[in-house]
Nanobody, 115 residues
């Protein structure tokens, strides 16, 4: 089974930027990958999704215009560029392919936005 590892999180001030990476242990060229996040005390929520050919990209309303999802199939990696970060973006961020590919969630990467 393909394994996914998220990285790139950290502590940033409001208005700052971070770039998250989701690296797979095998090829990701045949399926979509999505980013989700879970803030303390809240349900996990959808952030963005990109199809295998990058032709269709979807964003949650809360991040549209600030976040950009992209992928490099040759590097088996999906990225999430996050700009103009807000305190409400604080969460653990997870990447997730379809459940038919990987059914469990990874460790995620922590993003904290505060002054």
């Amino acid at each position: 089974q393909v394994q996914f590892v998220e990285s790139g999180g950290g502590l940033v001030q409001p208005g700052g930027s971070l770039r998250l990476s989701c690296r797979a242990s095998g090829s990701i060229a045949s399926f979509y990958v999505a980013w989700y996040r879970q803030a303390p005390g809240k349900e996990r929520e959808f952030v963005a999704r990109i199809t295998r050919d990058s032709l269709i990209i979807n964003y949650a309303d809360s991040v549209n215009g600030r976040f950009t999802i992209s992928r490099d199939n040759d590097e088996n990696t999906v990225y999430l560029q996050m700009n103009n970060l807000k305190p409400e973006d604080t969460a653990v961020y997870y990447c997730k392919p379809p459940s038919t590919i990987v059914s469990s969630w990874g460790q995620g990467t922590q993003v904290t936005v505060e002054s």
